[in-house]
């Protein structure tokens, strides 16, 4: 079966840090990826989304970049975190075989900015 | 540019209560509609997906409806109990040659089940 982890669990970062989220799914191969954030009142909003290791594509524009080095890792960066960074962030995937497929998604990283 | 309105925002009932949580979304070019659970702090389970060309979708005392021409979606719950209080999202998957999957949330509903 797949699974798909994230970590850090929790951060607590000051402002001007740099920032460095894992996702990793395990089970699957050569699956969608997706980053979302969703920030205290506000829904989930898609941030990143790559369908191959090196393909990344931005949906909004930000201080925030990712990575995909390997087929089932998923990394979210940042040189110099914002107050405004903070946020859950959540990594989701699909097979990526059918764009009708349902979207799995992870525990969730919890970033506090300070 | 896709819009996904779910209401109400909140939502308390006593145990045992039927209930309906509604779900909207300004183009019909979807792929499918999800309904996912989310419990304060975790990640989101998904509960029930809609293709399209369906209509609705059943999962024990859940129940999807998709009418996608006028754009909403229902998602029943039938005799609520307490473990059912969660925040409950609306997603779709909008169509397009590079949607990818990408999923439109809306800002989901608060549900308390109080005993």
């Known amino acids: 079966s797949q699974t798909i982890h994230q970590w850090p669990a929790t951060l607590v970062q000051p402002v001007g840090s740099p920032l460095s989220l894992e996702c990793t799914v395990e089970g699957t191969s050569n699956p969608n990826l997706y980053w979302y954030r969703q920030a205290a009142g506000r829904g989930l909003q898609l941030l990143f989304y790559s369908v191959g290791i090196g393909q990344i594509s931005s949906e909004v524009p930000q201080n925030l970049s990712a990575s995909r080095p390997q087929d089932r890792q998923f990394i979210l960066s940042s040189k110099k975190l914002l107050l405004s960074d903070s946020g859950f962030y959540l990594c989701a995937w699909n097979p990526g075989l059918r764009r009708t497929d349902t979207q799995y998604f992870g525990p969730g990283t919890r970033l506090t900015v300070l | 540019k896709q819009e996904v309105t779910q209401i109400p925002a909140a939502l308390s009932v006593p145990e045992g209560e039927n209930l309906v949580l509604n779900c909207s979304f300004t183009d019909s070019a979807i792929y499918n509609l999800q309904w996912f659970r989310q419990d304060p702090g975790k990640g989101l389970t998904s509960l029930l997906l809609i293709q399209s060309s369906q209509r609705e979708q059943t999962s024990g005392r859940l129940n999807a409806s998709l009418d996608k021409s006028s754009g909403r979606s229902t998602l029943y719950i039938a005799a609520s109990q307490p473990g059912d209080s969660a925040t409950y999202l609306c997603?779709?998957?909008?169509?397009?040659?590079?949607?990818?999957?990408?999923?439109?949330f809306g800002q989901g509903t608060i549900l308390t089940v109080h005993p």
């Open positions: 997603a779709v998957a909008n169509a397009g040659g590079t949607s990818y999957g990408k999923l439109t």
